[in-house]
């Protein structure tokens, strides 16, 4: 059985390019990333945000606490990662730990 974020990924790729885009800024008016203390000026110039989705920032990210959890799309999808900005998004991260488990036999 798919967890809810599969479940979101599912929806998506069934949607229009049009409406994951508006879709996606309306998640963005949700999105707490500018109130975390690791969010810097080159992340404020480039409007960045929403990096559980998008991935990592290409700013250099220095590594403050985390907020990420806090955040009402973290638990709207299912979230299980942190630290977004610097690490990539939910996605990147989900397929990098599977092919980890691939290799380690899950351990």
Same mark, same amino acid.
């Given at each position: 059985?798919?967890?809810? %974020?599969?479940?979101?990924? #599912? !929806? %998506?790729?069934?949607?229009?390019?049009? *409406?994951?885009?508006?879709?996606? =800024? *309306? #998640?963005?008016?949700?999105?707490?990333?500018?109130? +975390?203390? $690791?969010?810097? $000026? +080159?992340?404020? #110039?480039?409007? !960045? &945000?929403?990096?559980?989705?998008?991935?990592?920032?290409? +700013?250099?990210?220095?590594?403050? !606490?985390?907020?990420?959890?806090?955040?009402?799309?973290? =638990? *709207?999808?299912?979230? $299980?990662?942190?630290?977004? +900005?610097?690490? &990539?998004? !939910?996605?990147?991260?989900?397929?990098?730990?599977? *092919?980890?488990?691939?290799? $380690?036999?899950? =351990?």
């Amino acid at each position: 059985m798919a967890d809810v %974020f599969e479940q979101k990924i #599912e !929806e %998506f790729s069934k949607m229009a390019e049009d *409406e994951v885009t508006r879709l996606l =800024e *309306e #998640e963005k008016k949700l999105c707490i990333c500018k109130d +975390c203390s $690791t969010y810097d $000026t +080159c992340m404020t #110039e480039n409007m !960045e &945000g929403l990096y559980c989705a998008l991935g990592k920032s290409p +700013c250099v990210v220095h590594e403050r !606490e985390c907020i990420c959890p806090g955040c009402p799309i973290y =638990e *709207e999808y299912g979230l $299980t990662y942190n630290n977004y +900005c610097i690490k &990539g998004s !939910e996605d990147e991260l989900r397929k990098r730990q599977h *092919e980890l488990d691939i290799i $380690t036999g899950g =351990e």
